[in-house]
């Protein structure tokens, strides 16, 4: 089974400054999407960036960018410029290319993070 | 165009009780998912519709969970009866298509958080 971590409870970055969120996860698949979701406090939780596998290069939307490092299984999220507005929980999660295997993504348990001015 | 909404926000019952969530997914998305988050864990998976029929449901708990998707619009969880491990916060989530690059994106609910004492 995947299973998806992030080792980091919580992580603080000053405003304008560039932080960046850990995850990990382990699979023994060889194609499967990636992807990193924002909750800010009492509302619901979007999609920031996809990767998928068999992509080499890394996605990029405006300021949110990724490290995908397929053979280490990591796939970190930079933020750059951060805003007051990034404060949020991120989440990391992954999903199976293969039908097989449903739809259904797989979480990691979370990262706070917070915008200081 | 409205998003996934679901009902009530927040619900608290005593051990034993039934508890009814509702989830309107977005218009025209014929897959629906039931996810749940227990304090400071992972986000789940609990199950998969596509219209009204059961993709996957590998993960519902126990039997005392019942999901029904009548019609293929709006779904039900119900849980019945109500154990204090059963607490957490419920997501609910749709997609246009699964398995389809792009457009198989899942949108969440902002969830229903559940507390039974």
């Known amino acids: 089974a995947q299973t998806v971590t992030q080792s980091q409870p919580e992580m603080s970055v000053q405003e304008a400054e560039t932080v960046t969120l850990s995850c990990t996860y382990d699979?023994?698949?060889?194609?499967?999407?990636l992807f990193w979701y924002k909750q800010p406090p009492s509302r619901q939780m979007i999609l920031v960036i996809r990767q998928e596998a068999y992509k080499q290069q890394n996605a990029t939307e405006n300021r949110f960018s990724v490290n995908f490092q397929k053979a280490a299984k990591s796939f970190s999220l930079k933020i750059s410029d951060s805003q007051l507005g990034d404060a949020a929980m991120y989440f990391c999660a992954y999903r199976s290319a293969f039908d097989e295997y449903g739809n259904k993504l797989v979480f990691g348990a979370g990262t706070i993070l917070r915008v200081k001015s | 165009e409205a998003g996934v909404t679901q009902f009530p926000s927040h619900s608290v019952i005593e051990k034993g009780q039934t508890v009814t969530l509702r989830c309107d997914p977005i218009s025209g998305h014929d897959n629906l998912y039931w996810y749940r988050r227990v304090m400071g864990k992972e986000i789940k998976f609990l199950l998969h519709f596509v219209k009204e029929s059961k993709q996957d449901e590998s993960g519902m708990p126990n039997n005392r969970f019942l999901a029904e998707r009548t019609g293929g619009t709006y779904s039900t969880l119900k849980v019945q009866p109500a154990e204090l491990e059963d607490s957490g916060v419920y997501f609910c989530a749709s997609s246009q298509f699964s398995l389809a690059g792009d457009r198989d994106t899942q949108y969440f609910g902002p969830g229903t958080r559940l507390t039974v004492l």
């Open positions: 699979t023994s698949e060889s194609d499967y999407y």
